[in-house]
């Protein structure tokens, strides 16, 4: 979260509710949850997600790693998710294929 440059209003306002603690990647279990808030830069986020993409391939050999794709504002997840996890599943070509993701086009 803090490694990215905050470009839109959403990232500044996340950057600043979030503190700003070291990074902990230690596997304590065999369902590891990973968390991966990317930035609103896509180019960006695929260069910060790389530091992710070696030990999630490792973890994902003999454990069942979870890992949550999003942005502080959620605008462009889908975009985020379609990027960087064929990126993963190259490396890792068990890593679970996220689920469908149908269009909403109104809430109510």
Excluded: Y
Excluded at 15 to 32: E, F, I, N, S, Y
């Amino acid at each position: 979260m803090h490694s990215a440059t905050a470009s839109t209003p959403a990232m500044v306002e996340a950057q600043r509710k979030k503190p700003r603690l070291p990074v902990h990647a230690v596997l304590t279990g065999t369902m590891p949850v990973v968390r991966f808030i990317a930035s609103d830069n896509m180019h960006q986020s695929a260069g910060l997600f790389d530091n992710w993409l070696n030990r999630l391939s490792g973890w994902s050999m003999d454990n069942n790693p979870f890992l949550f794709l999003h942005t502080p504002d959620i605008g462009e997840v889908h975009k985020i998710v379609t990027t960087l996890l064929p990126v993963l599943q190259r490396l890792a070509p068990d890593f679970t294929p996220p689920p469908n993701q149908p269009e909403q086009s109104t809430l109510f």
